[in-house]
């Protein structure tokens, strides 16, 4: 069992920056993936960035490769997600989540991960 819960959301104007915490707990040496994802009202949940434990590869989604920069702690267990230039269509609830196995398709398919923290909110607005 892994439990994870996000920090750092909130409201910014138009060009801001937020800096995610996602602080994992639990059996937390077996994941093969940790990615973030958001959900903005009314569409699907997409994969933001992800972290490959693996090989300590990390990828991006088109839409925030740039922009964004996803890094790690060992301890305590904390990944974070630095958001920079953020404009309205970054605005959703943003989770951390965790794959315990080898991805059986694209990475940033939420069917794919067994953990998920909370989410915490980002709002920005201009």
């Known amino acids: 069992q892994v439990y994870l819960v996000e920090f750092g959301g909130g409201s910014v104007l138009t060009g801001g920056s937020l800096r995610l915490s996602c602080k994992a707990s639990?059996?937390?040496?077996?994941?093969?993936?940790i990615a973030w994802f958001r959900q903005a009202p009314g569409k699907e949940r997409e994969g933001v960035a992800v972290?490959?434990?693996?090989?300590?590869?990390?990828t991006y989604a088109d839409s925030v490769r740039g922009r964004f920069a996803m890094s790690q702690d060992n301890a305590p267990n904390t990944v974070y997600l630095q958001m920079n230039g953020l404009t309205s269509a970054d605005s959703g609830m943003y989770y951390c989540?965790?794959?315990?196995?080898?991805?059986?398709?694209?990475?940033?398919?939420?069917?794919?991960?067994?953990?998920w923290g909370q989410g915490t909110q980002v709002t920005v607005s201009s």
């Open positions: 972290f490959f434990t693996g090989d300590g590869r990390t």
């Open positions: 639990g059996n937390t040496f077996v994941s093969y993936s």
């Open positions: 989540a965790v794959a315990l196995g080898r991805v059986g398709g694209p990475w940033y398919r939420p069917v794919y991960y067994n953990y």
